[in-house]
């Protein structure tokens, strides 16, 4: 069977910037088995796979592990593969997921993701996280991921983090946000996944799920402008409204081409 595929940098307007996702249009649900393998064949944080049933566009998330429940950018990936490259009609773009009806727009070049808001409780920091970090965090949070607060963007640039040490961890599905006040923005972050073939996902947008409503609260402002500080960088536009959240960003597409399964 031949598919199409597309490779999309989000939440960046340069090729090679943000985070890769592929993207596949379906007719018709494949075995969960074949889109993991294709998923593991692509070797990207994420694999979207999409079928189109009309008013709505049914959309699933596989890394080359698992398939997740959330993923940011691979929804801005799709939605841009939809706009710019499928030529979709609609003025916003309804998915269907196992988070509930996730909706996109586009205005000027940027992706509007309107997501589920998950801001985070206080918690305490488990050892075996503590262990695997070279730097202590100031404060704990949790929502599906541990949110760890340190105060400069110079400490979350500096993280390392012990690999044999956090693959240790089991927080299937979520992961480890690092996050502090920015330097030129309202906050920056990285984050990092045990037991993934990719460690530290270059931009999360699932994430800014809690980064936000946390920050909007420490800040005291529903506007926010973020940056992911992984090597490949992310800019992602914010706006807290109570229990949703909108993550906005531009994409860029890298490559357009076909995959044959059997």
Same mark, same amino acid.
């Given at each position: 069977?031949?598919? +199409? ?10 090729? $090679? ?8 249009? /379906?007719?018709?649900? /494949?075995?969960?088995?074949?889109? /993991?393998?294709?998923?593991? *064949? ?6 979207? =796979? $999409?079928?189109? %049933? @009309? ?9 080359? +592990? ?25 003025? &916003?773009?309804?998915? &269907? ?9 586009? %205005? ?9 808001? !998950? ?10 996280? @503590? ?23 110079? +400490?979350? !640039?500096?993280? %390392?983090?012990?690999?044999?040490? $956090? ?6 599905? @979520? ?15 990285? $984050? =990092? ?5 990719? /460690? *530290? ?21 529903? !506007? ?7 090597? !490949? ?10 229990? %949703? ?11 357009? @081409?076909?995959?044959?399964? &059997?």
């Amino acid at each position: 069977m031949k598919l +199409e595929l597309y490779q999309v940098d989000a939440f960046t307007e340069n090729t $090679f910037g943000g985070n890769p996702a592929c993207v596949v249009p /379906l007719h018709q649900w /494949l075995p969960d088995d074949t889109l /993991l393998s294709i998923a593991k *064949e692509n070797a990207v944080a994420e694999t979207a =796979f $999409f079928v189109d %049933r @009309g008013n709505k566009i049914h959309l699933r998330w596989f890394t080359p +592990e698992i398939e997740m429940d959330l993923c940011g950018h691979a929804t801005l990936a799709t939605a841009h593969c939809l706009k710019s490259i499928l030529k979709y009609p609609k003025d &916003e773009i309804i998915f &269907e997921t196992q988070s509930g009806d996730l909706i996109v727009s586009l %205005r000027n070049d940027l992706y509007s993701l309107d997501f589920p808001s !998950r801001m985070p409780i206080s918690s305490d920091l488990p050892n075996i996280i @503590g262990k695997s970090l070279n730097i202590e965090p100031r404060e704990v949070y949790k929502s599906r991921d541990y949110l760890l607060v340190y105060d400069t963007e110079q +400490e979350i !640039r500096n993280i %390392r983090v012990d690999r044999n040490v $956090f693959d240790q961890i089991n927080l299937d599905p @979520g992961g480890v946000i690092v996050t502090a006040k920015g330097d030129s923005c309202d906050f920056v972050s990285r $984050f =990092f996944t045990p037991q993934a073939s990719i /460690l *530290e996902d270059p931009v999360t947008g699932s994430a800014h799920c809690s980064l936000i409503p946390f920050w909007s609260s420490r800040l005291g402002k529903n !506007r926010l402008d973020a940056m992911q500080i992984s090597d !490949r960088v992310g800019k992602l536009y914010c706006q807290n409204k109570k229990d %949703r959240v909108i993550i906005s960003g531009k994409a860029k597409t890298y490559s357009i @081409g076909n995959l044959w399964t &059997e």
